[in-house]
T-cell receptor, first 117, second 117 residues
């Protein structure tokens, strides 16, 4: 049973380009969470999705960032027109139930390290 | 407001020493969950423990132990007889609510532990 798979592990983009980060949750998990970790910082929640629905995007920047979790395929975090400040590690987590629903654990992927040059 | 504070930014110990990592949290909810994660130099996040707000029993797992004290809003983590492989950044996190969209994790800024041989 494969864990949460994120790809690519490392991504380099020039300023103004688009970055697409992919997350395949664990088998059977329908809840996906994206977090951003800036250098020397803890992780900050960005968005929570269930299949085809955005449940909570309170942590997403208002512009340039979007996320989806289609019925088929991985969850995608898209960053348009990247800037240097977007350089960070982006982690995806998946869980069987909502993390707030009690006895459930979120499993994290290995992260995608985005560098904007 | 919800908040997790890890006051120790960095700790350095010599192998075989015991070390305690502090975590203090703030929440208005009566139902919440506390977590510890380990982030080794390779960058992935490793789940260590989840504890719900109704269970104040201390937990021991091998060399690891956790002390949950609601009276002081603390969830401290102790490593006994530390080893070089314990060197990592350790994050404490809080999850509030019960179901619904209140499932995102609020992370502290992490404590970097260096264990020297």
């Amino acid at each position: 049973n494969a864990g949460v798979m994120q790809n690519p592990r490392h991504l380099v983009r020039r300023r103004g380009q688009e970055a697409r980060l992919r997350c395949s949750p664990m088998k059977g998990h329908s809840h996906v969470y994206w977090y951003r970790q800036l250098p020397e910082e803890g992780l900050k929640f960005m968005v929570y999705l269930q299949k085809e629905n955005i449940i909570d995007e309170s942590g997403m920047p208002k512009e340039r960032f979007s996320a989806e979790f289609p019925k088929e395929g991985p969850s995608i975090l898209r960053i348009q027109q990247v800037v240097r400040g977007d350089s960070a590690a982006y982690f995806c987590a998946s869980s069987l139930l909502s993390q707030g629903a009690g006895n459930t654990e979120a499993f994290f992927g290995q992260g995608t390290r985005l560098t904007v040059v | 407001a919800q908040k997790v504070t890890q006051a120790q930014t960095e700790i350095s110990v010599v192998e075989k020493e015991d070390v305690t990592l502090d975590c203090v949290y703030e929440t208005r909810d009566t139902t919440y969950y506390l977590f510890w994660y380990k982030q080794p130099p390779s960058g992935e996040l490793v789940f260590l423990i989840r504890r719900n707000s109704f269970d104040e029993q201390n937990e021991i797992s091998g060399r690891y132990s956790w002390n949950f004290q609601k009276s002081t809003s603390s969830f401290n983590f102790t490593i006994t007889a530390s080893q070089v492989v314990d060197s990592a950044v350790y994050f404490c996190a809080l999850s509030e609510g019960y179901g619904g969209s209140q499932g995102n994790l609020i992370f502290g800024k992490g404590t970097k532990l260096s264990v020297k041989p």
